[in-house]
């Protein structure tokens, strides 16, 4: 497997495996509404909007780290700068089929050896709902530490308990 940082080129297939995953990590859990049929064509627009975006100084660049295996896209994660100089993980996903693999656990690495390249003393974060009980327990196994809680908002004005996770900056003490 590999992992490399993702292009415009990518938006297609990250979108497809975005929807996907939401289906199945998501099933039961948010709004069946936000899982149905125009899930997929809202992240393709999302994908297109991020990846062709001008965010000016590199400091402020979301990137896309992708996963693949023989070619095909099993996994990516998406790194955000924050205003408070941390780094938001927005989004780390595996391919439905292919969760439990090492894929997550390799993209979280990679994730965090980014932040530390091209954000050194930044923490990296995520948020992720509470109900998602797979992935609560794969970030307590990965060192991260439950630094919040609160209620998320989601795209179709809906809300959701989530926690939030750290992984502190090396050398910060955590």
């Known amino acids: 497997m590999t992992i490399r940082v993702g292009t415009t080129d ?8 975005h929807a ?6 998501y099933a039961g859990i948010v709004p069946e509404g936000a899982l149905g049929d125009g899930l997929a064509a809202e992240r393709r627009e999302l994908w297109a909007i991020r990846l062709g975006a001008d965010y000016g100084e590199p400091a402020n660049t979301p990137e896309l780290l992708v996963a ?13 700068p924050q205003p408070d100089g941390r780094i938001l993980l927005d989004n780390l996903h595996v391919r439905p089929g292919r969760t439990g693999g ?25 948020e992720v709902l509470r109900a ?5 327990a794969f970030y307590e196994r990965e060192g991260g530490l439950r630094t919040g809680a609160h209620e998320g908002w989601f795209p179709g004005g809906f809300t959701l308990p989530e ?7 090396p050398g910060a003490g955590g």
Do not use: I, K
């Not at 023989?70 to 955000?80: H, I, K, M, P, R």
């Not at 998602?132 to 609560?136: I, K, S």
């Not at 926690?163 to 900056?169: G, I, L, M, N």
């Open 132 to 136: 998602n009980t797979r992935a609560v």
């Open 163 to 169: 926690y939030e996770y750290t992984w502190p900056a």
């Open 20 to 25: 996907d995953s939401w289906r199945t990590a």
């Open 68 to 80: 693949e295996r023989a070619g095909e896209t099993v996994g990516f994660a998406y790194l955000v």
């Open 102 to 126: 090492g894929t997550g656990a390799l993209l979280l690495r990679a994730a965090l050896a980014h932040v530390v390249r091209r954000h050194p003393g930044a923490d990296l974060y995520l």
């Open 10 to 17: 990518d938006a297609e297939d990250v979108a497809a495996l």
